[in-house]
Nanobody, 126 residues
């Protein structure tokens, strides 16, 4: 059974940086398309970033508002995915979820993903 566990969330001041992680068990991170989503209170879950499976080239896609600030990556040896977040803004405050998609091509809709973590809270103070 595939399980995803996020960690690394916390409280950070605006302009600061944070790296969140997603450890995959029961599956191989390199064989999935992986994604990060976030959900703020009262809002729908939104796509943040995704990376396709390793042998598809590892291409990435980002939400426009995080381009140039966030970076998604994967460490196959550790079976872990990361989201490096720089120049954080208060509007980035949300619960961040990692997700895995059995078909290894990038998609941005939450319904396209098969496995989900429980989420990690990221709070950016102004």
């Amino acid at each position: 059974q595939v399980q995803l566990v996020e960690s690394g969330g916390g409280l950070v001041q605006a302009g600061g940086s944070l790296r969140i992680s997603c450890v995959v068990s029961g599956g191989t991170v390199s064989s999935y398309a992986m994604g990060w989503f976030r959900q703020a209170p009262g809002k729908e879950r939104e796509f943040v970033a995704a990376i396709d499976r390793s042998w598809s080239g590892g291409s990435t896609q980002y939400l426009d508002s995080v381009k140039g600030r966030f970076s998604i990556s994967r460490d196959n040896a550790k079976n872990t995915m990361y989201l490096q977040m720089n120049s954080l803004k208060p509007e980035d405050t949300a619960v961040y979820f990692c997700a895995a998609r059995r078909i290894g091509i990038i998609r941005v809709g939450p319904n396209e993903f098969n496995y989900w973590g429980q989420g990690t809270q990221v709070t950016v103070s102004s």
